[in-house]
């Protein structure tokens, strides 16, 4: 079976499912592709953005074509929506696009849509290197842009100063932090962040055994092994970390993470089966 993985490219989450996906599936990975490429697939696999010029393209191709419908709403606008408007405006979207078939980040995004398609939650970045879980619990951080957890940061540093610790961002890996954080300042909340936002953070948390501190998002809850801490508050927070100062229970969670690990193989192959009910 021939594949095609295409769309804007250039985002984050094309690089995990779009590059990392395609690459397992021995698909040919084109950003933007051209009615020519897609005319050489059997399939075509297109990821979050799907613009108006290659959404023609898919059209006149007369190939099979499924959506990865991952982080494709408008972002921080989004924030803002009321959950009316923000099934409103997904149903309208895949009307617009009108795929053979969809895979959703997770299932509450697809219940909100009706039901329908397939569920294929992120798998880690291969490679990373397993969190050797230290005696003390000095450091923890935060992987991402500084703007999602900002809010939080005054409220951080300072448990950091009262505990002794160090707060980092964006750490060379997770391997270097004692504790991991997926917190979201309110002005990056809303609906659609806490019910469609995929779990990718906690995917790497688990594929290294970092203990992992996060938001109640529905992304993180369908996918935790219930070894996890949740905070909406520097309370929370706090309390989180008091539960975790213990080696011995930071090395059970680690355990725990490590066996529910999603792997790139096997997120590619839920992928694969999807691809080909489409075809079929």
């Not at 929506?81 to 923000?86: D, H, V």
Request: net charge positive; proline share 6%.
């Amino acid at each position: 079976m021939r594949i095609l993985v295409t769309g804007r490219g250039g985002a984050g989450s094309w690089q995990v499912r779009g590059e990392q996906i395609g690459a397992a599936l021995g698909a040919r990975v084109v950003p933007l592709a051209g009615l020519n490429d897609m005319r050489a697939a059997d399939v075509i696999l297109v990821i979050k953005r799907c613009p108006d010029e290659l959404l023609s393209n898919l059209r006149k191709s007369g190939r099979p074509w499924v959506y990865d419908v991952v982080d494709a709403y408008p972002q921080p606008t989004s924030s803002a929506w009321s959950k009316r408007y923000a099934v409103d405006w997904l149903r309208a979207h895949i009307g617009r696009l009108r795929p053979a078939r969809v895979i959703w980040a997770n299932a509450q995004m697809q219940a909100d849509f009706g039901g329908g398609g397939s569920v294929v939650y992120h798998h880690a970045r291969p490679g990373q290197q397993p969190n050797p879980i230290r005696a003390q619990l000095r450091t923890i951080g935060y992987e991402g842009a500084e703007a999602y957890i900002g809010p939080w940061i005054p409220a951080i540093e300072r448990i950091c100063r009262e505990r002794g610790m160090q707060f980092v961002l964006n750490p060379p890996s997770l391997a270097q932090l004692d504790v991991v954080l997926a917190l979201r300042g309110p002005d990056r909340g809303g609906y659609v962040t806490r019910s469609w936002k995929s779990n990718v953070k906690l995917a790497n948390a688990h594929a290294t055994g970092t203990p992992f501190i996060g938001s109640p998002e529905c992304g993180y809850l369908e996918t935790a092994t219930g070894a996890e801490h949740w905070a909406e508050s520097p309370a929370d927070l706090e309390r989180a970390l008091d539960w975790l100062l213990a080696q011995d229970t930071r090395l059970e969670i680690s355990r725990r993470f490590r066996r529910a690990a999603l792997s790139l193989e096997q997120a590619a192959a839920q992928v694969r089966e999807v691809l080909c009910a489409a075809r079929s």
